[in-house]
Nanobody, 128 residues
């Protein structure tokens, strides 16, 4: 089992920045591909970004590419999401998710149904 706890959400004005963190505990963190998803009210949960087990490969969905950065520190069992130039449409609950024992150096799009473990989410609010 892997337990994931997100933090860093909050309220920010459009154009501002936030950095989310996801702390993992339990089974080995470094063998998992990690993802950030988000879900806005009335919408389906969607992938934001993914990162390989060793951090060498990242993937971003088009709406956030160039503005968000996913990273991880396996020594700290933590994955991060730096969000810059936030827009109103970025407002959502952000979830950290793990795909266990995913050893590929390449990551790409993952559906939320692919994930093995989830955090409870952290709310990001963006105001004009």
């Amino acid at each position: 089992q892997v337990q994931l706890v997100e933090s860093g959400g909050g309220s920010v004005q459009a154009g501002g920045s936030l950095k989310l963190s996801c702390a993992a505990s339990g089974r080995s963190f470094s063998t998992n591909a990690m993802c950030w998803f988000r879900q806005a009210p009335g919408k389906e949960r969607e992938l934001v970004a993914s990162i390989s087990w060793n951090g060498v490969s990242t993937y971003y969905e088009p709406p956030v590419k160039g503005r968000f950065t996913i990273s991880r520190d396996n020594a700290k069992n933590t994955v991060y999401l730096q969000m810059n130039s936030l827009r109103l449409e970025d407002a959502a609950v952000y979830y950290c998710a793990a795909l266990k024992d995913y050893y590929s150096d390449a990551v790409g799009y993952f559906d939320y149904r692919d994930m093995d473990y989830w955090g409870r989410g952290t709310l990001v609010t963006v105001s004009s």
